[in-house]
């Protein structure tokens, strides 16, 4: 995926460069700006661990098992790679032929569909980050807080000896 990404970033970033050079000459203006072109990141994500992920767990796990219980020698590392590509390749074929789709039924939707609704998606990213950000970090602080109480009630039990103290005494 990555050399892909590396490709689409250069393509796209100097595509949109000529273009704003393009309209740049002929409304002869120096004000003008090419819009950045990045990675769709909640796509990007749903494509590797929705797509990616489960064909290696049915390539890499279930396969293997399979063919192990059957008394057959698994694939080899390159066929299961072959596979895990091709699967890959076809649902990125799939996505751009919605896309492709899009292009045409977009003005449609946008023209009977209301725009809070359209936008609500991207409206629903931001309020899972807002909200998710911080519970996550709050997560990872009580998981130290507890290791560090954990580790503690080891040493005041005498579970565990440390070389900086005495052992506790037992109660």
Wanted: proline share 5%; charged share 15%; net charge positive.
């Amino acid at each position: 995926m990555l050399p892909g990404v590396g490709f689409s970033l250069l393509f796209g970033n100097l595509w949109y460069a000529w273009m704003a050079r393009k309209l740049a000459g002929y409304d002869n203006r120096t004000n003008v700006t090419a819009h950045p072109y990045g990675v769709n990141t909640p796509a990007g994500l749903l494509m590797t661990f929705n797509v990616v992920f489960k064909l290696v767990e049915i390539y890499m796990l279930d396969e293997y098992f399979k063919d192990v219980q059957a008394g057959r020698s698994p694939m080899g590392a390159n066929e299961v790679a072959d596979n895990i590509w091709k699967g890959a390749t076809a649902a990125c074929f799939f996505v751009g032929l919605v896309e492709i789709a899009g292009a045409w039924f977009g003005p449609l939707l946008v023209r009977h569909v209301p725009l809070a609704a359209l936008l609500t998606p991207i409206a629903a990213i931001g309020f899972v980050w807002l909200a998710m950000a911080p519970f996550f970090q709050g997560v990872v602080s009580c998981v130290e807080i507890n290791q560090c109480l954990g580790d503690a009630s080891r040493r005041w039990r005498g579970g565990r000896r440390d070389d900086q103290h005495e052992r506790a005494v037992k109660f």
